[in-house]
């Protein structure tokens, strides 16, 4: 099989409004507070020759449940961008099926005067064969 019929077998599955609470930020007051996260998350999955069952398949309920696990557990971070990287190592590493991940992480507070929307990071990772 070539590498484009590979990737024509692959899907995408789109995770929407994860929240989960988590010290987050840089800022001292922000450390201190702490808030609400936002997350969207996709996996690029095979989807064919599942025979319409779940053993067959990536299980996103336990992506979900996964991610919203290990940010309870790290309890405070300052950057997006360490988080990012850090739920991505987890899928790549805990989710053999994945061949690629999205994920973008929404800060809705962030202490900018007159400031009053969010800022959002989004990341992908493409993983080896494995």
Not at 39 to 65: A, H
């Amino acid at each position: 099989m070539t590498e484009l019929q590979k990737t024509n077998e692959l899907c995408w599955i789109h995770i929407r409004d994860v929240y989960t609470f988590l010290y987050l930020g840089a800022n001292p007051h922000e450390q201190k507070v702490g808030q609400n996260l936002k997350i969207d998350l996709s996996v690029r999955v095979p989807y064919r020759n599942t025979g319409d069952s779940l053993e067959n398949v990536v299980d996103y309920s336990l992506i979900i449940e996964r991610i919203q696990s290990y940010i309870q557990g790290l309890g405070r971070v300052s950057l997006l961008e360490f988080l990012a990287e850090q739920l991505l190592d987890v899928i790549e590493t805990e989710f053999r099926g994945v061949k690629a991940a999205r994920i973008v992480l929404y800060k809705a507070f962030v202490p900018i005067s007159h400031f009053t929307g969010s800022v959002a990071i989004e990341v992908e990772r493409h993983f080896q064969a494995k």
